[in-house]
């Protein structure tokens, strides 16, 4: 079993810039790849980045790519998401996610483990 729990958010103004941790615990963590996901309010929760366990492979969504840039420390257990240049679209809760296997790493379903997720704002 893997526990996980983010920390980082806040509010931040356009532009701005905010970086996010994971702290991970029980299981190993370097046996996970590990995803971060967002969700506004009224919306779907949707995809902003994935590292594998080694940490050499990283992907994004196309609306983050040039500002997020994920991150991981096996040896500490933590995991980050550093986000510059904020926008107001950026606005949501963001959740740390683990999975052995990843069948998608795009899709929720996908994870086996969430965090409670930290709140983003980013005001105009």
């Known amino acids: 079993q893997v526990q996980l729990v983010e920390s980082g958010g806040g509010l931040v103004q356009v532009g701005g810039s905010l970086r996010l941790s994971c702290a991970a615990s029980g299981r190993p963590f370097n046996n996970y790849h590990m995803g971060w996901f967002r969700q506004a309010p009224g919306k779907d929760r949707e995809f902003v980045a994935r590292?594998?366990?080694?940490?050499?492979?990283?992907n994004y969504a196309d609306s983050v790519k040039g500002r997020f840039t994920i991150s991981r420390d096996n040896a500490k257990n933590t995991g980050s998401l550093q986000m510059n240049s904020l926008k107001p679209e950026d606005t949501g809760v963001y959740y740390c996610a683990a999975a052995l296997y990843p069948t998608s790493y795009v899709v929720t379903t996908s994870y086996n483990y969430w965090g409670r997720g930290t709140q983003v704002t980013v005001s105009a």
């Open positions: 590292i594998n366990w080694r940490g050499d492979s990283t």
